[in-house]
Structure formats: C-alpha cells, structure tokens
C-alpha cells in the first residue's frame, strides 16, 4: 500500500511503541520527522543511514518533545549537524532543559539534552521532499502538538493525535489540564481535513483507499467520549502505558521499580493522585496485575518481564 500512495521521496521507518515512526524527506535539504527513543538510537541511526543512501541529514523536525519522537535528536544533532525546529509551546523548557516539565522525570523516561534551531508554528509552510506541508494545531495529547499536513498529497502526518487503533494518552487531564475537548477538536479537524493517508506517530500509515481513515476516526471519537466519561480510565490507561513502556525499555522490572515508577507519576500529576489515592506499592499492584492479565507481562522470579 505504501508505496502506492506515498512518493517515492517520502519514507516511513515505521518502528513500534518504544520508538516514534521516522518520516524521512528526500531532497535538497534531507528531513526527518521525529526521531525515536534514545536507546533506539542505533536502529535509527542504521535505518536512517539507509534511506538516506549516502546523503546527510540536514533537518530534523518534531510533532512534539516526548521522549518517543525526540530522544534520537541529540545522537543524529551529533552525527549529522542537522539543524532542529520545534514546536513553539515548550521551546522555554528546552531552553532551559526542565526535565520534569519536559515530561521526562515523571514518566521515568530518558532523553538526552538535545538544542533547537527554529520554531514551527501552526500555520507556517514547510518544504519537504518539494511539497508544501503546513504545521496545523494538535492539542489534546500534548497540548504543544503538531500534525504536518500536505494538502495537495491528501497526506497527514498525524503524531499522537491519531493512530489506526486510537491516539496517544490524554496527558494534559492527568495534571488536573482540560484536553478531552481539545482531543475532540483536534478529531474534529482531521475530519474536515479529510486525508487520503494518515501517517501516524506508532504504527504503518493507513489510507482511506479501503476506508481505514474513516474508520480511525470513528473508533477515535468514540474513545474520546468514552474517556472523558469517567476520567479515571485515562489515569489508569496513562500508568498502564507508562508501565508497558519502561518494561519495554528495561525489559524486567521488580515490583520495588514499578512502584518507584508510580509515585514519580502520581507525585507530578495532582489529578492522578486524585483518582488513585491508595499508597504507590498498592497502585503498582493492581496495575501490574492488570498488565499481566493484558499479556503485555509475565512475572518470573519476583520480576515483571515484558513479553514483546
Ligand atoms: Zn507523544
């Protein structure tokens, strides 16, 4: 499918969960959008190698900062001098590399300090792989999220407003912030947009060649509702995606790490604290046993063992 409906100088290095795709533009001034997660670095680094056959990175851009989409900035900043633009919403924090407002500390995730050439604003045109593709708003997600949007290709790429099985969790609400709506709204658009193609920030691209695009955002928008029925489903769906990350990333993780793992959430997130008042040890049971009922854990010799 994709190579029927993507040109031939726009790649995807479709990755998985613990990496963001990569979208890699070739032309003049070779682009990447977004860049994966820092101990994918290598993979990224080979597979970027790759489908630059021989050319050198000069652009990197980022949907948005968390550690999935922009902890291969500073690896490929070093390999390649290429210079990076960023949303404008948390280019302060970047500034001055506010680990836990960057998100970084209370997800126990690692990103490498990374520095930032250009902001992109919604609304601005940007050239890539010789098509214009303007930066539209994305908010409900991460409230300082863009999608890139190629009118003349039908092409978005969508982040982590919208996956072929749903969107990104709902982190603004998590902190006691209003995003249902914003989420909502941001549905709303890519509705109105009506792309041919979706790329999404996890996941292969997906076209409404076979009615996928449409088919997305109904399931999208009837997770939204069904989130912002009873918020508690986002907190416990935020942890359980938080804990299935770093057991990705870690591989093995004893109950002593998970619960060290809950409480840096729950102390940085008022609104999840609310929603979850028991003690840490407690939340990380039953969020544990929830990841092993889901099979997206095992337990062996007192350690949760991720199974993908
Ligand atoms: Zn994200």
Redesign the pocket.
């Known amino acids: 499918m994709r190579r029927m409906t993507l040109p031939d100088n726009l790649v995807v290095l479709e990755r998985g969960w613990l990496s ?1 795709n990569n979208i890699v533009f070739l032309d003049d001034e070779p682009a990447v959008v977004d860049t994966g997660y820092v101990t994918h670095l290598d993979d990224t680094v080979r597979l970027l190698d790759a489908a630059l056959a021989g050319r050198s990175l000069r652009r990197i851009v980022n ?2 900062l ?1 550690s ?2 922009a902890g291969g900035n500073a690896g490929l900043q070093a390999r390649h001098g290429a210079r990076t633009f960023i949303p404008p919403g948390e280019a302060e924090l970047v500034d001055r590399w506010d680990e836990s407002r960057l998100s970084y500390h209370h997800t126990s995730q690692q990103c490498p300090r990374f520095r930032y050439d250009g902001l992109i604003h919604p609304g601005d045109i940007l050239s890539l792989g010789g098509e214009a593709w303007r930066v539209l708003p994305a908010a409900g ?2 409230h300082a ?1 863009v999608m890139l949007w190629c009118e003349r290709l039908g092409i978005l790429i969508s ?2 407003a919208l996956w072929q099985k749903g969107f ?2 709902i ?1 603004p609400e998590l902190a006691g912030v209003a995003g249902f709506a914003e989420q909502a709204a941001t549905l709303d658009l890519i509705g109105q947009l009506a792309p041919r193609v979706v790329i999404p ?1 996890h996941g292969a691209p997906f076209s409404e060649d076979d009615g996928a695009v449409s088919a997305a955002l109904a399931a999208a928008r009837s997770r939204i509702v069904w989130l912002s029925e009873d918020p508690r489903r986002n907190v416990e769906n935020a942890l359980k995606v938080l804990l299935a990350f770093k057991l990705m990333e870690a591989g093995r993780l004893s109950r002593a790490e998970l619960a060290a793992m809950v409480d840096r959430s729950l102390g940085g997130n008022a609104a999840m604290r609310a929603h979850l008042p028991d003690d840490p040890e407690a939340v990380a049971a039953y969020m544990a046993a929830q990841l092993l009922r889901v099979g997206a854990a095992t337990e062996q010799d007192g350690y949760f063992v991720a199974t993908t």
């Open positions: 963001s949907t948005h968390h999935d989409h997600h991460d999220m982040a982590d990104g969790v982190f920030g």
